[in-house]
């Protein structure tokens, strides 16, 4: 008899092994023909319910957070089962005894599933007692760690599949940022002049693959040209739009000979209002230059104040109004003239300059950058902005740019 009962228990314990490797290799199965996420849960629900008799249960599943993708037997919704306070102190599969929620108190076994020593999932079950198992070994903890690697390979597939999508998603992200840094770069000039007259040069870093910087060099008479420069308040796609939007109406209001500033300041805030919806705001300088009276009048938005200088001594363009998009109408605009002397420098710079921080936390702020400029003044403006941005660099050492960074420099001869 001993030995009757003992071929018995092997043989239910064979039995089982192959219903473990036919239930395994049927998921497996509709893994790899890349099903969705729900078809293979519910062939986990049928090998649960139709193979194991389990007709109670509830997996809760962590992705972005916790919440429950599959359930059975279980009526209305379950509020009061905590993760932090039920379930995260079972590291391993547990028999509930008691709990201190009734809830909780409905279900016998929790299986918990890890991976890379986080919890993953939550397996919750009620045992099926009136169901025979003429197939399963007579320790239970078998069957349970079956349940535990099927439940482990369920919600690895489907992390699986999310990752995949995620990944996808920020592959077309990253092809369509890639196009729109493209796109953007066609909005700044191409050519500047360097000739007898001016030595005009611009460089640019975008803190992400678009940014909210701006600058701009306008032609509009034989002897007159409008110099610009603009930053978008934020960062990213929706800055980069807001300044796509701001340069567009720049050029617009331009072509209908609109060289007034103030009227062109008035202009501009309005449409910054209209697009933004008070929700972000532009700080802009711009400056209408006439070569043969060497006359600088302009208009400086709320932004950080140019430097002009003749190597020795520094003056800032300090006079303007406020930023555009912060009022719904501007509340005064002052606007200021200069004489350019002969061999004069102008540099326009945006906050990602004199904003940047080195490790110990300094700025390199603006006399910083007029002390670079004065040290460097004879080389043309392409190489001195390239110096600027090497100190840049080493100034700002193992820290990262925190904002889009722009300067454009100009020499009056």
């Not at 030995?3 to 039995?15: C, H, M, S, T």
């Not at 919806?277 to 400086?300: A, D, P, V």
């Amino acid at each position: 008899m001993a030995q009757y009962a003992i071929n018995q228990e092997l043989i239910k314990q064979l039995k089982f092994k192959e219903f473990e490797l036919n239930a395994i290799l049927e998921l497996t199965k509709e893994i790899n023909t890349n099903q969705s996420a729900d078809h293979l849960i519910d062939v986990y629900a049928f090998v649960l319910k139709e193979r194991l008799r389990l007709d109670r249960f509830v997996l809760y599943n962590k992705q972005k957070d916790w919440s429950i993708i599959l359930k059975s037997g279980i009526k209305g919704n379950i509020r009061n089962i905590s993760i932090e306070e039920h379930l995260s102190k079972f590291k391993k599969i547990t028999l509930i005894e008691s709990s201190s929620s009734e809830e909780l108190s409905q279900f016998d076994v929790c299986i918990p599933v890890f991976h890379q020593g986080n919890a993953i999932a939550y397996l919750l079950l009620k045992e099926n007692h009136q169901v025979s198992y003429n197939f399963v070994p007579s320790s239970s903890i078998t069957e349970l760690s079956f349940i535990q690697t099927l439940t482990n390979l369920i919600v690895m597939a489907i992390e699986n599949k999310r990752m995949n999508q995620q990944r996808v998603v920020q592959e077309r992200i990253n092809k369509e940022l890639e196009v729109a840094s493209e796109m953007q770069k066609m909005l700044f000039p191409k050519d500047l002049p360097s000739d007898k007259r001016l030595d005009l040069a611009a460089t640019y870093t975008a803190r992400h693959e678009v940014g909210g910087d701006y600058y701009d060099f306008i032609p509009i008479k034989k002897d007159e040209f409008i110099v610009c420069i603009a930053d978008v308040s934020g960062k990213g796609i929706g800055a980069a739009m807001l300044m796509a939007n701001f340069q567009g109406a720049i050029k617009t209001l331009l072509s209908y000979e609109h060289y007034d500033l103030e009227y062109l300041i008035h202009q501009l805030n309005d449409k910054v209002m209209h697009a933004a919806q008070g929700e972000k705001f532009i700080t802009f300088f711009i400056g209408h230059y006439h070569t043969k009276s060497r006359t600088l009048k302009y208009i400086n938005a709320g932004h950080n104040h140019p430097i002009l200088t003749n190597g020795k001594k520094a003056t800032f363009l300090d006079r303007g109004s406020t930023g555009l998009g912060m009022f719904d109408q501007i509340p005064f605009i002052e606007p200021g003239e200069v004489k350019i002397s002969s061999n004069s420098t102008l540099v326009l710079y945006t906050d990602g300059v004199v904003e940047l921080q080195n490790t110990r936390g300094e700025y390199f702020e603006t006399d910083r950058l007029i002390k670079i400029i004065h040290s460097f003044y004879p080389l043309k403006m392409e190489d001195l902005n390239n110096i600027i941005f090497s100190k840049l660099d080493e100034f700002r050492g193992k820290e990262e740019l925190v904002d889009d960074t722009a300067i454009f420099s100009c020499r009056f001869f």
